[in-house]
């Protein structure tokens, strides 16, 4: 996968001998000849800005009717958020939704007897148990049968909402025999801009105006209980017509809007720069500009060997059996993996704040990090070296790489390296600012044979170092430095 090469470093530099190691590269891959690029990090200059929480999730860690508990895995990456929608598939006839927690809209809302918590209620301290912070969506998971009962308008704005704030009130005030559980973030609804689509599987019947008016219901009734609730939404599926309307509506009412949520399926991470740009200056031209900014469903939606067969129709690949299955299959493998990675870097770039991936459980089909029986993939690790780099330290030092498809960050004491769609090749690794004393680092692989392991220690001496490191495409790299007490 990678080696060191100490030719051509000065000896000052060394501190013992440095061995090389032999290349855990895939059979398929083709070094280039030499060192013809580089990658470089100079912990001596800090950038002023910190590592943003995007190695969030959708849902987890209780998964199959809690009959699978991934919370181990959850606190092994260090998940920041846990946001709930579409939760544990088939069977969210039990968990999360509105329509759920009180199944008779006919009912005294008042009435504790009318609610059912328990399956939630379960769900949530787990959550809390892992360490990560709930975002609970308020509204419905996707419903795309042909009766699409439950995701559409309420047939009482006012009563929804008063729905929600008891569910509001049971989580962080204990009504209901309830818990004190301080969620900070309700998100109201998810999608509702299908709306455009007579058939929509997000807001069956309904029109964009319903949901400005139910957004305004909600956020004001919320408030009124507890104005330190940061409230906000909708979970858009993009940058759309129905985006700029609602925040539009907001402004001109004068409607709290503590974050605006969006989604996006994407291939390049590039491709989100538009995107994130397009809603940070709606925000900023409505007055919004302290709202934070949630991307809380993303993944990886592309082919890497027939992609330009159905390059525009990638939604309508999933119609087809054969390649649903092989863009499953990424999504789970060292691609998928090199992916997330190179998404996660590119987006403490980006203004965003917060990213929750599409998702944790093993019953979806979009899940990349686990297997159906809760195995990690490889793409469980992508999350894990995240969260060892953030772990680590927030304090971003100067890291980059002038090579299309490799992904470089560090703090001042990890590099995390993703070769996501660059050559697999030999490149100069430069780390710089290392001050003085013996330093040990420590490289861990994810690639095809490795999974996040620890494949090499050195040991040096000074302020930089030079060596050459061969990378190949689809890989990880997490560079874990310490110092060493003097002998």
């Known amino acids: 996968m990678f080696a060191f090469h100490p030719a051509g470093l000065p000896a000052r530099l060394l501190c013992g001998v440095l061995l090389l190691l032999a290349c855990h590269t895939h059979p398929g891959a083709v070094l280039a000849a030499g060192p013809d690029s580089s990658i470089t990090v100079d912990f001596g200059r800090l950038t002023g800005t910190r590592l943003k929480p995007v190695h969030g999730v959708t849902n987890g860690p209780l998964c199959y009717e809690a009959r699978i508990d991934l919370s181990d895995r959850f606190r092994e990456i260090g998940v920041p958020y846990v946001r709930l929608h579409d939760t544990d598939g088939p069977n969210t006839r039990y968990l999360v939704d509105i329509s759920r927690i009180f199944p008779d809209f006919e009912a005294d809302e008042n009435d504790p007897a009318n609610y059912y918590f328990t399956t939630t209620d379960r769900l949530l301290q787990a959550i809390d148990q892992t360490g990560a912070r709930t975002i609970y969506r308020l509204g419905e998971s996707i419903d795309p049968g042909p009766e699409g009962r439950f995701a559409r308008p309420p047939k009482d704005f006012e009563k929804w909402a008063r729905i929600c704030l008891n569910v509001i009130r049971h989580y962080n005030d204990g009504w209901a025999n309830g818990f004190r559980l301080d969620i900070r973030y309700w998100e109201i609804w998810n999608e509702p801009d299908n709306c455009y689509d007579k058939v929509s599987s997000m807001w069956r019947g309904g029109t964009m105006e319903q949901v400005c008016q139910l957004y305004e219901t909600a956020v004001r009734t919320i408030k009124a209980w507890d ?33 605006i949520s969006y989604h996006w399926y994407f291939r390049h991470p590039e491709a989100l720069s538009a995107l994130a740009g397009q809603f940070d200056a709606l925000l900023e031209k409505h007055g919004y500009g302290t709202a934070e900014r949630i991307f809380d469903e993303w993944n990886y939606l592309g082919h890497e060997t027939r992609y330009q067969e159905v390059k525009d129709t990638l939604w309508g690949a999933w119609s087809n059996p054969l390649l649903a299955r092989d863009i499953s299959m990424y999504q789970k493998n060292r691609v998928g993996a090199s992916f ?45 070296a995240y969260g060892e780099l953030y772990r680590r330290g927030l304090e971003r030092v100067e890291a980059g790489s002038g090579n299309e498809g490799v992904y470089v960050i560090a703090n001042r004491h990890t590099v995390l390296v993703s070769n996501y769609l660059g050559k697999s090749r030999y490149y100069d690794l430069v780390l710089k600012g290392l001050g003085r004393g013996r330093k040990k680092v420590e490289i861990c692989v994810l690639n095809d044979e490795l999974d996040l392991e620890l494949s090499r220690t050195e040991y040096f001496q000074g302020d930089e170092i030079r060596q050459t490191l061969s990378v190949e495409n689809y890989s990880v790299l997490l560079i874990k430095l310490s110092h060493e007490e003097s002998e």
């Open 227 to 259: 104005e330190t609730l940061r409230v906000g939404g909708m979970a858009f599926s993009g940058y759309n017509e129905a985006v700029c309307q609602f925040v539009e509506y907001c402004a001109a009412r004068r409607l709290p809007l503590d974050f």
């Open 340 to 384: 997330v990675v190179a998404a996660m870097i590119y987006m403490n770039d980006l203004p965003l704040d917060i990213a929750t991936y599409y998702d944790a459980q093993t019953v979806s089909r979009f899940c990349g990090l686990f297997d159906s029986f809760g195995n990690p993939q490889k793409t469980f690790y992508g999350f894990k």
